[in-house]
T-cell receptor, first 113, second 112 residues
Framework: QQQVKQSPQSLIVQKGGISIINCAYE??????FPWYQQFPGKGPALLIA?????SEKKEGRFTISFNKSAKQFSLHIMDSQPGDSATYFC????????????FGKGTKLTVNP | NAGVTQTPKFQVLKTGQSMTLQCAQD?????MSWYRQDPGMGLRLIHY???????DQGEVPNGYNVSRSTTEDFPLRLLSAAPSQTSVYFC???????????FGPGTRLTVT
């Protein structure tokens, strides 16, 4: 059973455009929702994270939107740049440590110049 | 700090061979884990450890062994490699009860 469903699998955006990646979950006990960014040949790195007590979190050009009632959250990349080309993973965790972290299957983002 | 380090970076094995993937961290993290990454499958947890002497299975543990004798090191052993174990392996660590993982650079393993 896939606990976190991520879409789309791949995404192509023009430079300056908005990239949107969506994730949905079923388990209402999840209380931490991070996004990881992975460049080719590198390990994933934490990009931004949100807890369900807020509906939006913004860090620079990256924004997480969270809809608790719909059990969905999304990553928005404003003014997308070629340097943003990477694979993005959403994840969710239940009350505690990393052993409870479950990942989506990833979205490969390509930003064309 | 070097963070999370993994060796080797690349490895080719023949079916049936054994090997150990090394992972070390210098951040005094209590929690360490191993993931495998396959195309279209995301990151799947193999084994994890919440402290020295304590290990547990993740989602896909079959064919892999781990041990944690020190806080710093968490090796992953393949006892008899199979082509299905061809993958990219990532070690990750964090402080206890922190959901934020630090990943290593990965080991690309090919089993022929």
């Amino acid at each position: 059973q896939q606990q976190v469903k991520q879409s789309p699998q791949s995404l192509i955006v023009q430079k300056g455009g908005i990239s949107i990646i969506n994730c949905a979950y079923e388990n209402t006990a999840f209380d931490y929702f991070p996004w990881y960014q992975q460049f080719p040949g590198k390990g994933p790195a934490l990009l931004i994270a949100i807890r369900p007590d807020v509906s939006e979190k913004k860090e620079g050009r990256f924004t997480i939107s969270f809809n608790k009632s719909a059990k969905q959250f999304s990553l928005h990349i404003m003014d997308s740049q070629p340097g943003d080309s990477a694979t993005y993973f959403c994840a969710a965790s239940i009350q505690g440590g990393s052993e409870k972290l479950v990942f989506g299957k990833g979205t490969k983002l390509t930003v064309n110049p | 700090n070097a963070g999370v380090t993994q060796t080797p970076k690349f490895q080719v094995l023949k079916t049936g061979q054994s090997m150990t993937l090394q992972c070390a961290q210098d951040m005094n993290h209590e929690y360490m884990s191993w993931y495998r990454q396959d195309p279209g499958m995301g990151l799947r947890l193999i084994h994890y450890s919440v402290g020295a002497g304590i290990t547990d299975q993740g989602e896909v543990p079959n064919g892999y062994n781990v041990s944690r004798s020190t806080t710093e090191d968490f090796p992953l052993r393949l006892l008899s490699a199979a082509p299905s174990q061809t993958s990219v392996y990532f070690c990750a660590s964090s402080y206890s009860l922190s959901p934020s993982l630090d990943f290593g650079p990965g080991t690309r393993l090919t089993v022929t």
